[in-house]
Each structure stands twice: as structure tokens, then as C-alpha cells.
């Protein structure tokens, strides 16, 4: 719901609360405000010209020489490139000097010979979206109309020095939906008065029930229906106010009438539509449920099949209107309209929104339908929008109104005593304070003795239990100052379970590393649902996607993370490392929730080290990414059962990628992104890792030990192995290990070397073995004698010569 201040201040006083002090209260008071947003902020110098003379430009055929008064002792030439400028035009001037939306400054120039002094303005150049911009203005330059004065603020004329409250209302404030609603909340919290208005139209001696009937056949779904007639309306433009605020409120303006019911719409909440009287086919209304299969044009030329689920406006005949959603082609307002039946109705909010959902149109009105709107401005709201017609469009108000059906709402009473308000909030409230909030919030209240009650008005349908004046009151009496207090008796003091606590000590580790967490979305395309996934399976599609790009779960972590580097990298951000921990979704079958298993992932691109003082750089490679994931095996106390196995799965480069293993069992992979997949991407080198953190951290540990420190020195020996180029040197490491048995404490490669002086096929391998004995001081011999153990194995289970 976007809030006109401007606007607002019709209804209740703001003086003294600026725009964004009213947010901060609001926001405080249980009603998010996302944000404040003053157009004018970043304009300056842009006011209203009167085009004196209009010529071609001698040098272009598409630029037009303007004469234009800007209020100053002298007017200006403008060069203008909009069709539609002419003589006698108050268009908005950005003079020499002004300043646009994006920072765009307006300079003297010279265009094709000619000189410039300033710019004649479209709307959109003034911040105005174009979808809000009314069509005639769409493209080319805005006319003011005649009220204007050259010179003056064009900004102000345009109440682009408005500010635009945007609330993020939750489903149960549909209250919030209206202008008028707002001004309530607004000065309950401020403890002012609500200005309302008081529509009275004027009416002709000619009734309009002489004009229309209306029956209702569908009484479950339109318990009432209130028409009102105006005659002889004049269409064309609405007034410049009404335009701005309803641009300002995001609808788009059109005409006087229809402009008039979207103005009541936003003012009071109710939904309005206007029928063209003499189009409509007949002088009888019939709200009746549709056929089905039945066709009906809607106002956007469209066809639609409507189903009997589906609730329509006819003439007795053939349906003029979707309930509730959208009105028909064959019944709209347009240029020729002269005379013009007004609907205010109260509708089922769910048969609205079956409609809705089932032809995708989703508008201002049907969106109020299916929170609710108040029952008592039914009438109220097409008595308002009798009278703008009249005002506005010149029309005549034909005498008292058509009403079809019944609705009687009473108000609501809800009881609460004071202590059970105290004990809910922690409070010390006295019966006046509450009193005095209830009077703030316009609700009627009667006490007796320790118990107050609340006739809650049927615009707060939202209140309905003791709970609900409980929170009404704490948010006006203010959160902030409800007192903090600790609970009482005997309790179990919470804490993270070893799950949490592992999955905390993991992004840690991470974080400490370099990494950033991402957060990505859980939701993606067909194409990439499966990419990198450890585990493939048919991906899980939604029922209803947002877009085509949020159809299906995800099966890995990967691809988002990937986009999220390449997103960075096109921002001039080309070393990033960047880690996440979340769900992904595996098929389990058919209609049989789909198996959810939470992941570790990670991608480094750029840089890993730059220290440029020291003249030290190191780009990240497969044993960076490599060795963060030993790491934090180590950190979490599985180093030695984490083992690595040459793999090359899809989307991973074939020579550059290993397979995660736990105690033998795969858990995840490590490895450079496929070259293909990082050019497609824009991306030079990336380097991932994906593994089953559950797995990871669910694993069977024995207790933490520790050994003392040695006291006996050890002795070290350095061996290089000739083997097949195809043997890896972990399958070397582990022959080693379980050779060398428990004097062998540490092993680990140093070198590995091809080419020159190397039999084609072959390889060099250089391993560094360090042997101790934490009871005594080991012998030369006995070194010796495991050591020859050692190359035995070597040579019988892999092959391996020493390199002479």
C-alpha cells in the first residue's frame, strides 16, 4: 500500500511529523513501512514554461525551436525533440542548471546550430513511471492544464514534493488498504481526530430507480448490491491533483469517471466500477453466477471462459462484469459516455479470488475483496463518487440510490478485564490509560467494575478475541515500553542441540577462512534444478510457480552460488569465495513428500592471497578449495577418515575434481568448474565443493584424546618413486601408511615431476617420511628395516621404483 502524505494530511493533521518520523511511528506501532521515497529529493530548478511560439528547426526535422516563458524578465529558446509541443503549452521547464532523476544535469547547448537553455519534460524524465503516466502523455511532453503560472515550482504543481510511504501490510489489516483506513491508524497513534468525509451529492428530482432494477440470484456470494445513476457526465480529463495522487498512490490515470471511482477506491477501500448506462443493453442489472463455458470480453479485449464457480454482472442477458475483478468491453466508460451507472457491492472475498487466480487478473479491487472490506462504506463510497461526478464531470445525480439485497453486520463486542491485560503484556496499566486507547482507535468501550468492553468497528475485522485487544493495546500503549522481565519457577534453560552447535562451528571455520555466507534461493529452473547434484533424481516441479525460473527445487546448492560469483565478477568483484549451508530436495515418487537433506557448498573465484606489499599473490586452485575441505574435516575431528578420489561428474573439469569420501562412503565432491560452464558464466577460473553436512555431522566420534609431546627425536626419509603417470599419489600415500605401521607418523607429498629425463609414461613422486617412537629413541636399524618394508609394498602393490 503506497501512502501519499500529501494526501493523507486531508484526513488527519500531520503538523509537526515529518514524513519519515510518521513511518518510524508507524513502523513501531505493528505496521511495517518499508520504506520513504521523495521524489523531488534529487530534482531541483524545474518549474512551469509557457510555450509563446513553437517553429521547425532550421537544421532537424525532428526538433522543434520553442519560445518559452519561465517566469523571467525575458523567455527562452528551448530546443525541444516531442511530437506533441506546441504554442499555448504549460509544459515543466528543467532550466540550466536543473538536475534530474540518476543525477542528470541540464547544461546550455547548442543543438544542430541552434542554442538550448533548459529541457521541456516528459513525466518519465520527472521519476514518473511509465506504466503510471496517462496514456495520452505516454510519449512526449506533459501539458499542464490552464491553472498554472509560468516560473512557478512545476515539482509542487505535480506533487512530486510528496513523500511516498510504502506499508507492508499483513493479511489481517486490510483496514490498512485505504487512505482513510490509514489516517485511523495513523491518528490513533499520533492521539489526533480523523477529518472524514461527508458526501452529500446534490440530487435532480428524476429517480434513479426509474432508470435501473437490480436482482440478485446469487444472494450467498452478493449479499448487496447499490447502484447510483449520473447523468449527462462530460468525460476528460481529471483534475491534475487527482492524477498526481492516484499516480502518486500507483494507479494509473485515464478519465474523470474512471479516475473518480480508483480516487474512492484508494480513499475509502471500497471497490467501485462505472458502467457507460446506454451501452449496458438493458435497464436491468442481474448478479447471477456464471454459465459454463460462458464467453465474456474483459476491459483488456480479452475472451475469457468463465466456469460456474464464477460470479458475474449481467443485463439480464449476457455478463457486463466480472464480480469483483475486472469490467467488460461491451459496457466500459469512454469519450462518448454521457450517462453513467455507478456499482458499490459487497462481494464474497473467495468467490473474488476463484476468479481472480483462475484468469491470472489480479487488480486494486479484487485484492480488497478478498481481505475484506467494510460493510459500512458500501454505501458511503458510492454516495462520495456520485458526488466528484457531479463536481468534476458535470454530471447530474439522479435522486437516492438502487439497492438490491441485505447486509446487516453488527458490530463485534469483545471483553477483556484488566488484570488478564496485565498479566499478557507484564504491565501495570490502569483502566484509564486503556480506556484512553480504545478512545484513541475510535472504539466504543463500556466498563464495569475490573472488565472493559469493546465494540470493535466493522472496519477492524481483524479484531475478534480478548488476544486481539490484548495486542491493540500494547502496540499503541508501545513494545518499547512494555517492561523486560524473566520468567518465574523452575525451568529447563534452552540451548543449540550438537547438530546446531556442529553446523555453527562449520560456518565458523568458513567464515574464518575468507568465506562470505550466501543465502540463494530455494526455487529454480528445469535446467539447472539437477546441474551439479550428487544425487540425481527427477527434479521436484511446484504445482504453482512464481516464473518459469522458480518452477522446481533445487538438488543442489551449487548452481546459485556459481550465479552469485558471476554476479559479483561482472561487478568488478573478481576474487570472492562465497559459502552456504541449506536444504535441497530430492524426489521420493509420486505424491510422496520429497526428501529433504541440508548441504555444505562453496565457490572461489580470483584471488586467494594478495598481500601487494609483499609482492605475494596466489590464485585459487583445486588444492586451495581442496585443502579448506580438510580443514574442516580436521576442525570438526574427521581428518583421518576423509579420503579423496579422482571423479569427474558433470559441469566439474575431468582432470581437476575429486570425490568426497567418509570412511569409504561418497559424501560430496571437490574441483574446478568446467571451463564450457565458466565462460558461459564470464567466469576465468572457479572452484567448488558441495558435501552431505548431515552426514558430515551426524558421523560416529570417538572422544577427543591428546598425546604428550615427544620427548625422543625422530628421524626423517625422503624417497621418489618412478610410476605410471596414471597412478595417484594417494593410492601411493596409503600403501605407505599401511606399511610403515605405527613408527610411520607423518607423510606427505612434496614434489611430483614429468618431462625431461623421464620415461614417456612415467612420473616422479616425492614423498617426505617422518619415523618416531614416543617410548625411546629409534635406532638407524630400526628405521631402516620398516623403511625397506615400506619400499617393498611400494614396488609389489603399485609398481613404484626408486628414482635413481
Same mark, same amino acid.
Given at each position: 500500500?503506497?501512502?501519499?502524505?500529501?494526501?493523507?494530511?486531508?484526513?488527519?493533521?500531520?503538523?509537526?511529523?515529518?514524513?519519515?518520523?510518521?513511518?518510524?511511528?508507524?513502523?513501531?506501532?505493528?505496521?511495517?513501512?518499508?520504506?520513504?521515497?521523495?521524489?523531488?529529493?534529487?530534482?531541483?530548478?524545474?518549474?512551469?514554461?509557457?510555450?509563446?511560439?513553437?517553429?521547425?528547426?532550421?537544421?532537424?526535422?525532428?526538433?522543434?525551436?520553442?519560445?518559452?516563458?519561465?517566469?523571467?524578465?525575458?523567455?527562452?529558446?528551448?530546443? !525541444?525533440?516531442?511530437?506533441?509541443?506546441?504554442?499555448?503549452?504549460?509544459?515543466?521547464?528543467?532550466?540550466?542548471?536543473?538536475?534530474?532523476?540518476?543525477?542528470?544535469?541540464?547544461?546550455?547547448?547548442?543543438?544542430?546550430?541552434?542554442?538550448?537553455?533548459?529541457?521541456? !519534460?516528459?513525466?518519465?524524465?520527472?521519476?514518473?513511471?511509465?506504466?503510471?503516466?496517462?496514456?495520452?502523455?505516454?510519449?512526449?511532453?506533459?501539458?499542464?492544464?490552464?491553472?498554472?503560472?509560468?516560473?512557478?515550482?512545476?515539482?509542487?504543481?505535480?506533487?512530486?514534493? *510528496?513523500?511516498?510511504?510504502?506499508?507492508?501490510?499483513?493479511?489481517?489489516?486490510?483496514?490498512?488498504?485505504?487512505?482513510?483506513?490509514?489516517?485511523?491508524?495513523?491518528?490513533?497513534?499520533?492521539?489526533?481526530?480523523?477529518?472524514?468525509?461527508?458526501?452529500?451529492?446534490?440530487?435532480?428530482?428524476?429517480?434513479?430507480?426509474?432508470?435501473?432494477?437490480?436482482?440478485? *440470484?446469487?444472494?450467498?456470494?452478493?449479499?448487496?448490491?447499490?447502484?447510483?445513476?449520473?447523468?449527462?457526465?462530460?468525460?476528460?480529463?481529471?483534475?491534475?491533483?487527482?492524477?498526481?495522487?492516484?499516480?502518486?498512490?500507483?494507479?494509473?490515470?485515464?478519465?474523470?469517471?474512471?479516475?473518480?471511482?480508483?480516487?474512492?477506491?484508494?480513499?475509502?477501500? $471500497?471497490?467501485?466500477?462505472?458502467?457507460?448506462?446506454?451501452?449496458?443493453?438493458?435497464?436491468?442489472?442481474?448478479?447471477?453466477?456464471?454459465?459454463?463455458?460462458?464467453?465474456?470480453?474483459?476491459?483488456?479485449?480479452?475472451?475469457?471462459?468463465?466456469?460456474?464457480?464464477?460470479?458475474?454482472?449481467?443485463?439480464?442477458?449476457?455478463?457486463?462484469?466480472?464480480?469483483?475483478?475486472?469490467?467488460?468491453?461491451?459496457?466500459?466508460?469512454?469519450?462518448?459516455?454521457?450517462?453513467?451507472?455507478?456499482?458499490?457491492?459487497?462481494?464474497?472475498?473467495?468467490?473474488?479470488?476463484?476468479?481472480?487466480?483462475?484468469?491470472?487478473?489480479?487488480?486494486?479491487?479484487?485484492?480488497?475483496?478478498?481481505?475484506?472490506?467494510?460493510?459500512?462504506?458500501?454505501? =458511503?463510497? !458510492?454516495?462520495?463518487?456520485?458526488?466528484?461526478?457531479?463536481?468534476?464531470?458535470?454530471?447530474?445525480?439522479?435522486?437516492?440510490?438502487?439497492?438490491?439485497?441485505?447486509?446487516?453486520?453488527?458490530?463485534?463486542?469483545?471483553?477483556?478485564?484488566?488484570?488478564?491485560?496485565?498479566?499478557?503484556?507484564?504491565?501495570?496499566?490502569?483502566?484509564?490509560?486503556?480506556?484512553?486507547?480504545?478512545?484513541?482507535?475510535?472504539?466504543?468501550?463500556?466498563?464495569?467494575?475490573?472488565?472493559?468492553?469493546?465494540?470493535?468497528?466493522?472496519?477492524?475485522?481483524?479484531?475478534?478475541?480478548?488476544?486481539?485487544?490484548?495486542?491493540?493495546?500494547?502496540?499503541?500503549?508501545?513494545? *518499547?515500553?512494555?517492561?523486560?522481565?524473566?520468567?518465574?519457577?523452575?525451568?529447563?534453560?534452552?540451548?543449540?542441540?550438537?547438530? $546446531?552447535?556442529?553446523?555453527?562451528?562449520?560456518?565458523?571455520?568458513?567464515?574464518?577462512?575468507?568465506?562470505?555466507?550466501?543465502?540463494?534461493?530455494?526455487?529454480?529452473?528445469?535446467?539447472?534444478?539437477?546441474?551439479?547434484?550428487?544425487?540425481?533424481?527427477?527434479?521436484?516441479?511446484?504445482?504453482?510457480?512464481?516464473?518459469?525460473?522458480?518452477?522446481?527445487?533445487?538438488?543442489?546448492?551449487?548452481?546459485?552460488?556459481?550465479? =552469485?560469483?558471476?554476479?559479483?565478477?561482472?561487478?568488478?568483484?573478481?576474487?570472492?569465495?562465497?559459502?552456504?549451508?541449506?536444504?535441497?530436495?530430492?524426489?521420493?515418487?509420486?505424491?510422496?513428500?520429497?526428501?529433504?537433506?541440508?548441504?555444505?557448498?562453496?565457490?572461489?573465484?580470483?584471488?586467494?592471497?594478495?598481500?601487494?606489499?609483499?609482492?605475494?599473490?596466489?590464485?585459487?586452485?583445486?588444492?586451495?578449495?581442496?585443502?579448506?575441505?580438510?580443514?574442516?574435516?580436521?576442525?570438526?575431528?574427521?581428518?583421518?577418515?576423509?579420503?579423496?578420489?579422482?571423479?569427474?561428474?558433470?559441469?566439474?573439469?575431468?582432470?581437476?575434481?575429486?570425490?568426497?569420501?567418509?570412511?569409504?562412503?561418497?559424501?560430496?565432491?571437490?574441483? $574446478?568448474?568446467?571451463?564450457?560452464?565458466?565462460?558461459?558464466?564470464?567466469?576465468?577460473?572457479?572452484?567448488?565443493?558441495?558435501?552431505?553436512?548431515?552426514?558430515?555431522?551426524?558421523?560416529?566420534?570417538?572422544?577427543?584424546?591428546?598425546?604428550?609431546?615427544?620427548?625422543?627425536?625422530?628421524?626423517?626419509?625422503?624417497?621418489?618413486?618412478?610410476?605410471?603417470?596414471?597412478?595417484?599419489?594417494?593410492?601411493?600415500?596409503?600403501?605407505?601408511?599401511?606399511?610403515?605401521?605405527?613408527?610411520?607418523?607423518?607423510?606427505?607429498?612434496?614434489?611430483?615431476?614429468?618431462?625431461?629425463?623421464?620415461?614417456?609414461?612415467?612420473?616422479?613422486?616425492?614423498?617426505?617420511?617422518?619415523?618416531?617412537?614416543?617410548?625411546?629413541?629409534?635406532?638407524?636399524?630400526?628405521?631402516?628395516?620398516?623403511?625397506?618394508?615400506?619400499?617393498?609394498?611400494?614396488?609389489?602393490?603399485?609398481?613404484?621404483?626408486?628414482?635413481?
Amino acid at each position: 500500500m503506497f501512502v501519499s502524505y500529501k494526501w493523507l494530511e486531508q484526513y488527519v493533521d500531520l503538523s509537526g511529523v515529518t514524513p519519515q518520523e510518521l513511518a518510524e511511528k508507524i513502523t513501531r506501532a505493528g505496521i511495517e513501512v518499508e520504506g520513504v521515497e521523495t521524489p523531488a529529493s534529487e530534482m531541483k530548478n524545474i518549474v512551469v514554461g509557457y510555450v509563446q511560439s513553437r517553429e521547425q528547426h532550421p537544421n532537424a526535422d525532428k526538433l522543434s525551436k520553442c519560445l518559452v516563458d519561465v517566469g523571467e524578465e525575458e523567455p527562452v529558446q528551448i530546443i !525541444c525533440g516531442a511530437k506533441n509541443v506546441d504554442a499555448g503549452q504549460y509544459v515543466a521547464v528543467a532550466k540550466t542548471g536543473a538536475v534530474l532523476p540518476g543525477n542528470f544535469k541540464i547544461k546550455r547547448a547548442k543543438l544542430r546550430g541552434e542554442e538550448s537553455n533548459g529541457m521541456i !519534460c516528459s513525466l518519465s524524465e520527472l521519476g514518473i513511471e511509465s506504466r503510471l503516466t496517462p496514456k495520452e502523455y505516454a510519449e512526449g511532453i506533459f501539458n499542464f492544464p490552464n491553472d498554472v503560472t509560468p516560473g512557478e515550482d512545476a515539482l509542487a504543481a505535480l506533487n512530486r514534493d *510528496d513523500a511516498i510511504l510504502e506499508l507492508s501490510l499483513t493479511p489481517n489489516r486490510s483496514d490498512a488498504l485505504s487512505m482513510i483506513g490509514v489516517a485511523y491508524e495513523v491518528a490513533a497513534i499520533l492521539g489526533r481526530d480523523v477529518k472524514l468525509p461527508q458526501p452529500n451529492p446534490a440530487e435532480s428530482t428524476e429517480k434513479a430507480a426509474d432508470s435501473i432494477q437490480i436482482r440478485i *440470484d446469487a444472494p450467498e456470494d452478493n449479499p448487496l448490491y447499490i447502484a447510483r445513476v449520473v447523468k449527462n457526465v462530460k468525460i476528460g480529463p481529471s483534475p491534475l491533483w487527482m492524477q498526481t495522487f492516484l499516480m502518486n498512490a500507483g494507479v494509473r490515470p485515464h478519465n474523470n469517471v474512471v479516475d473518480i471511482t480508483n480516487y474512492v477506491l484508494m480513499e475509502y477501500g $471500497q471497490p467501485l466500477h462505472a458502467f457507460d448506462l446506454d451501452r449496458l443493453g438493458s435497464n436491468e442489472i442481474v448478479v447471477r453466477r456464471a454459465d459454463e463455458d460462458e464467453k465474456f470480453v474483459t476491459l483488456d479485449d480479452t475472451e475469457r471462459t468463465l466456469s460456474a464457480d464464477q460470479l458475474v454482472i449481467t443485463n439480464g442477458k449476457e455478463p457486463v462484469a466480472l464480480a469483483g475483478v475486472m469490467g467488460g468491453a461491451n459496457s466500459e466508460v469512454h469519450e462518448g459516455t454521457v450517462n453513467v451507472l455507478i456499482e458499490s457491492a459487497y462481494f464474497d472475498g473467495q468467490i473474488v479470488r476463484t476468479a481472480s487466480k483462475a484468469h491470472g487478473l489480479r487488480s486494486e479491487a479484487s485484492a480488497r475483496f478478498e481481505k475484506g472490506v467494510d460493510p459500512a462504506r458500501v454505501q =458511503a463510497a !458510492c454516495d462520495r463518487a456520485a458526488e466528484l461526478m457531479a463536481e468534476l464531470a458535470g454530471g447530474t445525480v439522479l435522486s437516492g440510490s438502487v439497492v438490491a439485497g441485505e447486509l446487516n453486520v453488527e458490530p463485534k463486542k469483545v471483553s477483556i478485564t484488566l488484570e488478564r491485560l496485565n498479566t499478557r503484556l507484564g504491565t501495570d496499566l490502569q483502566m484509564g490509560g486503556v480506556e484512553d486507547i480504545f478512545r484513541r482507535l475510535q472504539f466504543d468501550t463500556e466498563t464495569n467494575g475490573n472488565e472493559i468492553t469493546v465494540t470493535v468497528p466493522t472496519r477492524r475485522s481483524d479484531i475478534t478475541i480478548p488476544e486481539d485487544l490484548t495486542e491493540e493495546v500494547a502496540r499503541l500503549y508501545g513494545y *518499547d515500553h512494555i517492561p523486560l522481565t524473566l520468567p518465574e519457577g523452575e525451568s529447563q534453560p534452552g540451548g543449540l542441540s550438537p547438530y $546446531q552447535l556442529g553446523r555453527r562451528v562449520v560456518r565458523r571455520y568458513l567464515e574464518g577462512a575468507g568465506f562470505n555466507q550466501a543465502v540463494t534461493y530455494s526455487l529454480t529452473s528445469e535446467k539447472r534444478a539437477a546441474q551439479f547434484a550428487l544425487e540425481v533424481r527427477q527434479p521436484v516441479a511446484l504445482a504453482m510457480p512464481m516464473s518459469e525460473e522458480r518452477a522446481y527445487l533445487r538438488e543442489s546448492l551449487l548452481p546459485h552460488l556459481i550465479e =552469485a560469483a558471476a554476479y559479483n565478477n561482472a561487478r568488478q568483484m573478481a576474487s570472492a569465495a562465497l559459502y552456504e549451508t541449506g536444504s535441497v530436495y530430492l524426489n521420493e515418487g509420486e505424491n510422496v513428500q520429497p526428501k529433504e537433506e541440508e548441504r555444505l557448498a562453496g565457490v572461489i573465484t580470483g584471488m586467494w592471497h594478495e598481500h601487494l606489499w609483499q609482492g605475494e599473490k596466489k590464485a585459487a586452485d583445486f588444492f586451495t578449495v581442496k585443502g579448506i575441505v580438510e580443514g574442516l574435516a580436521a576442525r570438526i575431528g574427521l581428518a583421518d577418515r576423509l579420503t579423496f578420489q579422482k571423479s569427474a561428474p558433470e559441469g566439474f573439469h575431468p582432470g581437476r575434481t575429486a570425490e568426497v569420501l567418509l570412511d569409504a562412503e561418497p559424501i560430496g565432491v571437490v574441483g $574446478q568448474l568446467h571451463p564450457s560452464l565458466a565462460k558461459e558464466m564470464d567466469l576465468k577460473e572457479a572452484y567448488l565443493f558441495e558435501l552431505k553436512l548431515d552426514m558430515l555431522l551426524n558421523a560416529d566420534r570417538e572422544d577427543l584424546s591428546y598425546v604428550p609431546i615427544p620427548r625422543f627425536p625422530s628421524i626423517g626419509r625422503d624417497i621418489a618413486l618412478v610410476v605410471e603417470s596414471t597412478v595417484e599419489a594417494a593410492s601411493l600415500e596409503t600403501v605407505i601408511k599401511q606399511a610403515g605401521g605405527s613408527l610411520l607418523t607423518s607423510v606427505r607429498v612434496f614434489d611430483v615431476y614429468e618431462g625431461e629425463r623421464m620415461e614417456e609414461g612415467k612420473k616422479s613422486v616425492a614423498f617426505a617420511l617422518t619415523y618416531a617412537d614416543p617410548e625411546k629413541t629409534l635406532t638407524d636399524e630400526e628405521v631402516t628395516a620398516v623403511h625397506e618394508k615400506v619400499l617393498a609394498a611400494l614396488k609389489e602393490q603399485a609398481g613404484a621404483e626408486l628414482r635413481a
